[in-house]
């Protein structure tokens, strides 16, 4: 394996009340504190900026993302993006305190961090209602029910005090035996690889915060059926970073036998 480089990350929030403390995020920026590595990257999630502020052009979003991608060379610090910040664009913008970021490669990390805070809707989890993920989600919760452990697990696992404050993120089912933490997630990897992605990114921050707490994580990604979906080269990259950040993928025909065990564990 390379050697892990330390980067930071900032969220760029947009404030649309003055007088609220609402806010949206619209931009990823991370930084290598060298200058070995920049990069920004600002929502063309159009319509959600239009619903939470009408009265704004969009082309502001797009020069608010250029005027950061011109001082990249001298950013070094929360400090210098705050600066720049109040004198361009006022109160209208603010920047969430630094996350650090341990990386080998951080054009790749860039990527994933842009579809977890930037991805539009659309291409979300509400339009996987019925299909691809909500469809694996209710095929697991199916499972859960028949194996009789479904009420004795816990569901949508909130892990943001491992993944950073403001994550909404949550982990579909999970349950404890001893020191052991069982979880498992509803992955389509044919619908959007981005989730894969995702989910391997901020796993690897849940598994080294559960292990500070003495805790054993396990995760399974259960993923669409038919392993032939390996045949596609994105998906066979996304399937291969779950595993190489030690989460184990099973493909949802294997659901029964996957709730069969969780009974046995559970004594149910």
């Known amino acids: 394996m390379g050697e892990k480089r330390q980067l930071e990350l900032y969220l760029l929030r947009f404030l649309p009340h003055a007088l609220r403390d609402d806010f949206v995020t619209v931009g990823v ?43 990249l060379g001298s950013l ?24 650090a970021v ?16 930037l991805l539009p809707m659309e291409r979300g989890e509400r339009a996987q209602h019925h299909t691809g993920r ?3 989600v209710s095929t697991m919760k199916e499972a859960f029910t028949q194996a009789g452990v479904l009420e004795l697990m816990q569901k949508d696992l909130d892990v ?36 894969a992605l995702a ?28 392993m032939a979906l390996q045949e596609e080269e994105k998906t066979r990259f996304a399937i291969g970073m779950l595993e190489q950040c030690s989460v184990r993928v099973r493909a949802v025909g294997e659901m029964t036998e996957i709730a069969g065990e969780v009974q046995g564990e559970l004594g149910a």
């Open 29 to 71: 920026l991370l930084l290598e504190s060298d200058g070995g590595f920049a990069e920004v990257r600002v929502t063309r999630d159009w319509k959600m900026l239009q619903c939470v502020a009408p009265e704004v052009e969009l082309e502001w979003f797009e020069m608010v993302e250029s005027e950061i991608r011109g001082k």
């Open 76 to 99: 070094r610090r929360r400090e210098d993006l705050m600066e720049l910040m109040n004198e361009r664009f006022g109160t209208m913008l603010d920047v969430a305190p630094a996350k």
């Open 102 to 117: 341990l990386t080998e490669d951080p054009a790749k990390e860039m990527e994933v961090l842009a579809s977890m805070y």
């Open 134 to 136: 909500g469809a694996i």
């Open 160 to 195: 943001v005090k491992y993944t950073g404050l403001g994550d909404p993120f949550r982990i579909d089912f999970g349950y404890r035996v001893g020191s052991a933490v069982k979880m498992f997630h509803a992955v389509s990897v044919a619908a959007n690889v981005d989730q």
């Open 199 to 226: 989910l391997a990114y901020r796993y690897s921050r849940v598994e080294a915060g559960m292990r500070q707490e003495q805790l054993q994580a396990s995760l399974t990604a259960v993923v669409d059926q038919g």
